[in-house]
Nanobody, 122 residues
Framework: QVQLVESGGGLVQAGGSLRLSCAAS????????TGWFRQAPGKGREFVAA????????YYEDSVKGRFTISRDRAKNAVYLQMNSLKPEDTAVYYC???????????????WGQGTQVTVSS
């Protein structure tokens, strides 16, 4: 069973940067995909980025392309989301998730972290 813990959220001004971390336990983690999702108040959970541990090739939601970078560190069993040029509309709780495929669908992920708050002030 995969267990995930996010960290790195906080308050930042527009144009600033944050790096989120997702630490994982569970042997299966490194053979699956990891995705980052976010949920703003009153909205549904939306896809941000995903990467498969074996196949690589990260992909992103259009609104974050060129600003966010997802990466993985095998030695640390962790996945990161580097967020640059942050905008107020990026404000949300960010979740990492693990699943068999790197897709945009929430339902394709069967393990979730508790989330970390990101707040971008204007």
């Amino acid at each position: 069973q995969v267990q995930l813990v996010e960290s790195g959220g906080g308050l930042v001004q527009a144009g600033g940067s944050l790096r989120l971390s997702c630490a994982a336990s569970g042997r299966a983690f490194s053979t699956r995909a990891t995705g980052w999702f976010r949920q703003a108040p009153g909205k549904g959970r939306e896809f941000v980025a995903a990467i498969h541990w074996v196949y690589g090739n990260p992909y992103y939601e259009d609104s974050v392309k060129g600003r966010f970078t997802i990466s993985r560190d095998r030695a640390k069993n962790a996945v990161y989301l580097q967020m640059n040029s942050l905008k107020p509309e990026d404000t949300a709780v960010y979740y990492c998730a693990s699943g068999p495929r790197a897709t945009k669908a929430v339902s394709d992920y069967d393990a979730w972290g508790q989330g970390t708050q990101v707040t971008v002030s204007s």
